[in-house]
C-alpha cells in the first residue's frame, strides 16, 4: 500500500476524512439550537426576557430555558437579577474583543490612540458603536487617576457626553435610533431622539462642522473631554477617539494643542484605513 493510501485509510478509520465536496456535514444539533438562542440576543441588540427570546429562536420556553441554563454555565449568556432579563455573559464579551482586536480600524487605532496619550498627558478612550451606546473598547490611561469609573466596556451616555454626541452627529439614522430606544429604557426616563428637537440638531451640525464636541463638567463634576470622529472615504463613522482629563488641567477648547494632536490622529487613522478602502468596512457595515 503507497503512502498516502495508508494516510487516507488512517483518516477513514479516525472518522476525519474530509466530506466530500457538496456534502453536508454532521453537526450536533443542540449546539446548533443553542446557537439561534444566542443569534436572537444578538440580534435583538437589548436584553431579553426568557419568552422573548424562546419566540425569537422558534423554540419552547421549557427548551429555552434550559439552553439558557446552560449558556450561563459556560458565561456565554448571563441574567440580571433585577430584570430577570438575558444578555450577553463574560465569555461573548471576550469572543466579541477578540474578534475586534483583529478589525483593520481598531488595529490602526492602537498604536496611535497610545501615542497620543503620551504625546499629551491624558487618557484616551477608542468607542465603538454597541448595541446600548458608544462602548468603550480601549482605554489608554495617562496622567494623574481619574476619580470616574471609565474602563472597557463602558457605554457612555448619547446626549450626556462628547463622545456620545459625536455618535449622534455621525451615525446614521436607523443605528442612532436603536441606541437612543436602548438608552432610553435603561435610564426610566424619556429623551428626546435629535430629530424631535431643534436645539440638539443644530448642536450636532455644529459638531459636524468643527469636526469634535467637547464636555466640561458633565457627566461627571471636575471630569472635562474632548471627542473626534474617525471617518472613511465616505464621511462614514468607524470609531470615536475621546481625550479624557481633569476640568482645569485639559484644555478642551476647540482650537487648542490638545483638540488639534486629536484631530490629527483620527484624520490618520481614517486616512490610513481609506488607502485600502476594503478595511474602512470593519465598523461601518
Known amino acids: 500500500m503507497s503512502k498516502a493510501a495508508k494516510l487516507a485509510a488512517g ?8 466530506a466530500p465536496v457538496g456534502k453536508t456535514q ?8 443553542g446557537g439561534r438562542v444566542l443569534l436572537a440576543l444578538a440580534q435583538a441588540r437589548t436584553p431579553l426576557a426568557l419568552s422573548d427570546l424562546a ?17 450561563s454555565r459556560l458565561g456565554l449568556i448571563k441574567r440580571d437579577e433585577l430584570s430577570g432579563r438575558y444578555e450577553p455573559g463574560p465569555l461573548s464579551l471576550r469572543l466579541g474583543l ?10 490602526a487605532a492602537v498604536p496611535r490612540v497610545a501615542a497620543l496619550a503620551e504625546a499629551i498627558g491624558f487618557s484616551v478612550a477608542i468607542c465603538i458603536a454597541g448595541p446600548q451606546g458608544p462602548t468603550i473598547v480601549r482605554y489608554e490611561h495617562a496622567g494623574f487617576p481619574l476619580h470616574v469609573n471609565l474602563h472597557v466596556g463602558t ?23 436603536s441606541m437612543w430606544a436602548n438608552q432610553s429604557g ?16 443644530a448642536a450636532l451640525n455644529a459638531i459636524r462642522t468643527r469636526g469634535l464636541e467637547s464636555s466640561v463638567d458633565a457627566p461627571s463634576p471636575g471630569i472635562s473631554s474632548l471627542s473626534a470622529p474617525v471617518l472613511d472615504g465616505d464621511g462614514r463613522l468607524l470609531l470615536a477617539l475621546t481625550v479624557i482629563g481633569s476640568t482645569g488641567a485639559i484644555d478642551v477648547s476647540a482650537d487648542g494643542p ?3 494632536a486629536l484631530l490629527t490622529a483620527a484624520h490618520e487613522i481614517g486616512t490610513e484605513l481609506t488607502a485600502v478602502p476594503s478595511l474602512s468596512r470593519s465598523f461601518a457595515s
Open 11 to 18: 483518516q477513514r478509520a479516525r472518522g476525519d476524512e474530509p
Open 26 to 33: 454532521r453537526g450536533i444539533q443542540s449546539v446548533e439550537v
Open 55 to 71: 419566540s425569537v429562536a422558534q423554540i419552547a420556553p421549557g427548551q429555552a430555558h434550559a439552553y439558557l441554563v446552560s449558556l
Open 98 to 107: 477578540l474578534h475586534l482586536e483583529n478589525q483593520p480600524a481598531f488595529r
Open 155 to 177: 457605554v457612555m451616555s448619547l446626549p450626556a457626553t462628547s463622545t456620545g454626541r459625536v455618535f449622534c452627529a455621525f451615525l446614521p439614522s436607523d443605528a442612532l435610533g
Open 186 to 201: 435603561s435610564t426610566h426616563a424619556a429623551m428626546t431622539p435629535p430629530s424631535e428637537s431643534a436645539a440638539f440638531e
Open 258 to 260: 490638545i483638540a488639534r
